[in-house]
């Protein structure tokens, strides 16, 4: 089974699978693409055999609705980090905006922040940032296919985007805020898509939990 689940805030990707594996008592439960704690919306989860579906789901392009505070960095670029860096912002208008949000669209190279899930040599980068340890991350090849200003108000940049596998929308944010010369960080981020699945059409672990027991599951 696959399922186009709402993941809310204030939760890992993994805690909404391990709740599918107690609701529905299936042992093989997996999820395609991680998001951050601090962020919502659209988290496709497997189930058995369906699993294997996964690959192929992770491999689709990601829309997102995000909101990027200037004038302060965050070690972990998002707002559950502490504050590393303030900057002052710069006078902004919307044109100027626009025009460095479309300076990203098409490939380009990002690398991977150290407070994330990608692996390096087996290990997670966040157990090894957490110890105060970085190291060298290779740049991975991206592509921004869209990407809109949606607000500018209080230094804050609401903007749409949608883009490829692996993409961090945390250090989209900090390369923005860089071209802007200042610095910021993302204080939300929400999942509208990944390939077909809608955020329209998905469906909270309540809601969830209360149909599968419904059918007499």
């Known amino acids: 089974m696959i399922l186009n689940v709402y ?3 204030g939760c890992t990707s993994f ?3 391990k709740n599918i594996r107690r609701i529905m008592n299936e042992k093989k439960v997996g999820h395609g693409g991680t998001l951050d704690p601090f962020a919502e919306g659209v988290l496709i989860i497997g189930t058995g055999k369906d699993t294997k579906k996964l690959t192929d789901i992770t491999n689709e392009n990601k829309t997102y609705d995000a909101e990027l505070k200037l004038g302060e960095l965050t070690n972990t670029l998002d ?5 590393i860096e303030k900057k002052k912002v710069p006078r902004l208008d919307k044109k100027k905006i626009n ?3 479309e300076s990203f669209l098409g490939n380009s190279f990002q690398i991977p922040p150290m407070f994330s899930a990608k692996k390096v040599n087996g290990q997670k980068l966040y157990e090894l940032a957490r110890q105060n340890i970085e190291i060298k991350r290779e ?3 991206i592509c ?5 200003l949606m607000d500018f108000k209080d230094n804050i940049i609401s903007f749409s985007v949608k883009c490829s596998k692996g993409t961090y929308i945390r250090v989209l944010g900090k ?3 860089e071209k802007l010369n200042t610095v910021g960080s993302l204080i939300s981020l929400k999942r509208t898509s990944v390939g077909s699945f809608s955020i ?3 469906i909270r672990m309540e809601t969830l939990e209360s149909e599968w027991k419904s059918l007499g599951n």
Not at 79 to 83: A, K, L, Y
Not at 144 to 148: S, V
């Open 79 to 83: 707002p559950e980090g502490f504050v």
């Open 144 to 148: 921004i296919d869209f990407i809109k």
């Open 99 to 101: 025009n460095v949000l």
């Open 15 to 17: 805690y909404m699978v």
């Open 7 to 9: 993941k809310p805030t």
């Open 139 to 141: 740049p991975i090849q």
């Open 175 to 177: 390369d923005i805020a």
């Open 200 to 202: 329209n059409d998905a």
